[in-house]
């Protein structure tokens, strides 16, 4: 059994009644995030929180609920060895083993349980660039993952049709795959180009109600971070960017794929530090500043000028000045603390 950062009365309590369960594999604490160490250190790791929070407490505890299955990350669970040593041990074949690991467990048969009522220690990356490292390795490994293990769902035998579906799916297609790309064309090359083509229209639920909804679902589990909500919603249209590169990378096993970039931690060390440094300065330009933002940035810009002097029937320049500057920002490192360029 594996046991990580759980009080000893838990996992006592929790031993005996993995004890009498066959097919009881993986008790998950819920909420870890809500104990993060540094949520509060800065505008990023607020967002970094927002996303996190909603990620455990609808998409783990749902998948807890209703398909027993949600993909474990690698953070505080409990497992039972005769479940690893059926689910074929630890494998290195991707960047996202525990994701991995739970998949294969779950064609064997084994179910997970989410307890929403455990809080454990946590620490969120700190500066954009780790985020995106991590961001890069977890998009990626799933999405090949995908790819490796789309047969073995279709054939498993001790998992339902039901389940399967949902696995290849919503799980692995559309959130790994679809939702990236689909995210990063529509709102950062298909939006911008079409305020300079009059003939081309975009309907307006695609481009707003659709995204409103989801934001006011992912809002909903965190009400006192509503006034960072504008800025969360900026955020992710820059990450669908590195996302949807990463999903590429893994699906059609392009140069990078393998690439592992662990995210320091600060630790104990962090209570005494305001802004928790990552990696130290460095003077190279290309490692003080993100050029793909900032390309970015200057196409948005663009678009956003012309459409202010030739609005036409539409008036996006708004939006996009605003995204164009979330892009900058965030290319020259500026997260929200006092150390801009990590």
């Avoid at 047969?151 to 559309?174: E, G, N, R, T």
């Avoid at 909500?229 to 990450?239: H, K, N, T």
């Avoid at 459409?307 to 029937?313: E, Q, V, Y």
């Amino acid at each position: 059994m594996l046991i990580s950062n759980l009080n000893r009365t838990f996992c006592s309590e929790l031993s005996h009644s993995l004890c009498t369960i066959r097919k009881l594999l993986l008790f998950k604490p819920g909420g870890p995030l809500n104990f993060a160490v540094n949520d509060t250190t800065s505008l990023l790791t607020r967002v970094q929180k927002m996303f996190f929070d909603y990620h455990f407490k609808v998409e783990q505890e749902a998948g807890s609920a209703t398909f027993a299955f949600f993909s474990f990350n690698g953070t505080a669970g409990v497992w039972r060895t005769v479940a690893i040593k059926e689910a074929g041990g630890w494998k290195d074949r991707t960047t996202v083993e525990d994701m991995d690991l739970a998949v294969r467990a779950t064609l064997k048969g084994w179910k997970f349980v989410y307890v929403g009522d455990i809080r454990v220690k946590s620490e969120l990356p700190s500066t954009y660039k780790a985020y995106c490292r991590q961001q890069f390795r977890w998009s990626s490994g799933g999405a090949n993952l995908f790819r490796k293990m789309a047969k073995d769902v279709l054939v498993a035998k001790d998992v339902s049709l039901l389940k399967k579906s949902y696995m290849l799916y919503s799980f692995f297609l559309v959130r790994r795959v679809i939702a990236p790309t689909a995210a990063c064309i529509l709102y950062n090359i298909i939006l911008p180009v079409s305020v300079t083509i009059p003939e081309l229209y975009l309907p307006v639920w695609g481009v707003a109600y659709i995204p409103m909804v989801l934001t006011i679902v992912t809002a909903i589990r965190h009400p006192k971070n509503l006034h960072i909500m504008p800025f969360w919603i900026l955020f992710e249209s820059v990450m669908t960017v590195r996302r949807m590169r990463a999903a590429l990378t893994g699906l059609l096993e392009l140069d990078g794929l393998n690439q592992w970039v662990v995210t320091k931690k600060v630790g104990n060390d962090l209570e005494d530090s305001e802004v928790p440094l990552l990696q130290k300065t460095r003077k190279r330009l290309r490692d003080r500043v993100n050029f793909p933002e900032i390309g970015f940035s200057m196409f948005l810009f663009l678009c956003a000028s012309y459409n202010l002097a030739f609005h036409g029937t539409t008036s996006y320049y708004i939006y996009l000045y605003l995204q164009g500057l979330v892009f900058l920002l965030l290319g020259l490192n500026f997260t929200g603390t006092c150390s801009c360029c990590q």
